[in-house]
C-alpha cells in the first residue's frame, strides 16, 4: 500500500529515538491559542513511516456531502484509550507528551489517530478538533508526522488568510493548544507538486475527536 518515500538526507538514523522536549518553540496565535513546533523530534522516523505503511489497518472513509456519498481522500485508523499503539516508540511518545504537558494539560493524552496521505491528491480541509470536549473547552492536540513534509496550515475560525503555514514530516512535532481547535481551523491542503507520502499520528486527550 506504500508509496515511494524520498528519505530525508537528515534522518539517517537506524535506531527509533525520540529527542528532548525542551527545544519546542511556542508561537502565540491569538484568542488564548498557541502552537508548539520541535522540527525532528522522531529520529528514524523514516523507519517508523515504512512500518506503519505496511502494518497498519488502513480504512478508506466514504462520509455524506449534501446529497452525495464521497470517498475521504487519506486513509485513516483509530487506536482508543489503553488499546496499544502500533508501535513502542509511540506508546512512549504519548507518555512523553504527557508528562511534559501535565501542568498545562491537567490530564494525559489518551487516544491516537493516524491519516495516512498517500500523495499529494490526499488532503484533509479546514476543520478544528470539536468533538467532545473540544467545541467548549481548551484543550491539546499533538500531531508526530513521518514521511515526506506536508503543510499544515492555521487560520482564525470562520476564515481569512493563512496565518501560519508549516511543512511537517520526518519525525518533526506539532502541538495545538489553548483554545487552537475552538477559535483556529487547520488543514492540510492538496498538493499540485509531485510529493511522497506522509503519516500524522494525533495524540489526544479523552472525550477530544
Not at 34 to 43: H, N, R, T
Request: proline letters at 7%; glycine letters at 10%.
Amino acid at each position: 500500500m506504500s508509496t515511494h518515500l524520498q528519505s530525508s538526507l537528515f534522518d539517517q538514523a537506524d535506531e527509533l529515538r525520540l529527542g528532548p522536549l525542551d527545544g519546542l518553540s511556542r508561537t502565540v496565535l491569538g484568542t488564548g491559542a498557541w502552537i508548539d513546533v520541535l522540527p525532528g523530534w522522531l529520529s528514524g522516523a523514516d523507519a517508523l513511516f515504512e512500518q506503519l505503511a505496511a502494518d497498519v489497518p488502513w480504512r478508506a472513509e466514504q462520509r455524506r456531502m449534501y446529497d452525495n456519498v464521497v470517498t475521504v481522500p487519506r486513509l485513516l485508523a483509530f487506536y482508543r484509550e489503553r488499546t496499544p499503539l502500533p508501535h513502542p516508540v509511540l506508546d512512549e511518545a504519548r507518555a512523553r507528551l504527557s508528562a511534559h504537558y501535565a501542568p498545562e494539560l491537567g490530564e494525559p493524552f489518551a487516544t491516537a489517530g493516524l491519516c495516512y496521505y498517500r500523495d499529494g491528491r490526499d488532503s484533509v480541509a479546514w476543520h478544528g478538533d470539536r468533538t467532545g470536549r473540544g467545541s467548549r473547552e481548551d484543550t491539546m492536540v499533538a500531531i508526530l508526522s513521518v514521511g515526506t513534509p506536508r503543510d499544515l496550515l492555521l487560520r482564525p475560525s470562520g476564515g481569512g488568510p493563512v496565518a501560519v503555514r508549516r511543512a511537517l514530516g520526518h519525525g518533526d512535532l506539532i502541538v495545538m493548544g489553548g483554545s487552537c481547535q475552538r477559535t483556529w481551523e487547520h488543514c492540510v491542503p492538496k498538493s499540485a507538486r509531485a510529493t511522497g507520502p506522509r503519516i500524522s499520528v494525533q495524540f489526544r486527550p479523552r472525550g477530544v475527536r
